[in-house]
């Protein structure tokens, strides 16, 4: 069983910038793509971001999109959503999660999930 936690989340101000960080239980490089969602209130979980098992490629909400970075340290099986030019829309709380094939856009192809950290950008 695969566990992630997420770090990282808090308050900022339009135009800052936050490092999420998702935690794996055991070593993830080359068996899981990890993906970052979030869910606003009142609103479906959206993908955000996605990077391959391997850390070669990654994927970008087109509303995020040369705002958010991703990355993988497979020392310390963590992947990293780097979120700066924060906007008050990018407020929700943000989850990772794991599946052993490639990138998908959808929730429902994520096996594994973290707890969620709440991102809140607001003067």
């Known amino acids: 069983q695969l566990q992630l936690v997420e770090s990282g989340g808090g308050l900022v101000q339009p135009g800052g910038s936050l490092r999420l960080s998702c935690a794996t239980s055991?070593?993830?490089?080359?068996?899981?793509?990890i993906g970052w969602f979030r869910q606003a209130p009142g609103k479906e979980r959206e993908g955000v971001s996605c990077?391959?098992?391997?850390?070669?490629?990654?994927n970008f909400a087109d509303s995020v999109k040369g705002r958010f970075t991703i990355s993988r340290d497979n020392a310390k099986n963590t992947v990293y959503l780097q979120m700066n030019s924060l906007k008050p829309e990018d407020t929700a709380v943000y989850y990772c999660?794991?599946?052993?094939?490639?990138?998908?856009?959808?929730?429902?192809?994520?096996?594994?999930w973290g707890q969620g950290t709440q991102v809140t950008v607001s003067s």
């Open positions: 999660a794991a599946r052993r094939t490639g990138c998908s856009p959808s929730s429902f192809a994520y096996d594994y």
């Open positions: 990077i391959s098992s391997s850390g070669g490629s990654a």
């Open positions: 055991k070593f993830t490089s080359g068996y899981y793509v």
